[in-house]
C-alpha cells in the first residue's frame, strides 16, 4: 500500500520561499513517477511538477517554470519541492502524487496516490 504524507506548508510573503516534503513509503514502481499537484479556491487541481524515479528526470508546468524546483532524496523516499520567489498566486493546497506509469502524473485524473495535502498561503 502506497501512503504519502507532505508537510512544510505554511505562510509566507510574496518574494520568500517554502520547501515541501513527501514522505513516501510502500512505493516500488521503477517505471512510474511522483509529483506535486495544487489546487486553489473554486479551481481545478493542477499538475506543477513531475519526477520520474527510473532516471531522475523532471518536468514543469506553467508559472513555475524557473521558481520551483522538485527533487527526491537517494533512497526515493522524500519527495521535494522548493518554491522560490513565491506569488501570492501560488496559494493552494499542494498534494503529493504518485502513479505506476510515468505518463500517469500529467494529469490528476491518472494519478494513482494522492497524499492529504498541505496549505502554501502567500500573502502580498
Known amino acids: 500500500q502506497v501512503h504519502l504524507e507532505e508537510s512544510g506548508g505554511g505562510s509566507v510573503q510574496a518574494g520568500g520561499s517554502l520547501r515541501l516534503s513527501c514522505a513516501i513509503s510502500g512505493y516500488s514502481y521503477s517505471g512510474g513517477c511522483m509529483g506535486w499537484f495544487r489546487q486553489a479556491p473554486e479551481k481545478e487541481r493542477e499538475v506543477i511538477a513531475s519526477?520520474?524515479?527510473?532516471?531522475?528526470?523532471?518536468e514543469y508546468h506553467g508559472s513555475v517554470k524557473g521558481r520551483f524546483t522538485i527533487s527526491q532524496d537517494n533512497a526515493k523516499t522524500t519527495l521535494y519541492l522548493q518554491m522560490n520567489s513565491l506569488k501570492p498566486e501560488d496559494s493552494a493546497m499542494y498534494y503529493c502524487?504518485?502513479?505506476?506509469?510515468?505518463?500517469?502524473?500529467?494529469?490528476?485524473?491518472?494519478?494513482?496516490?494522492w497524499g492529504q495535502g498541505t496549505q502554501v498561503t502567500v500573502s502580498s
Open positions: 502524487a504518485a502513479a505506476s506509469q510515468w505518463w500517469e502524473c500529467r494529469s490528476p485524473t491518472t494519478v494513482g496516490y
Open positions: 519526477i520520474f524515479p527510473r532516471n531522475s528526470g523532471t
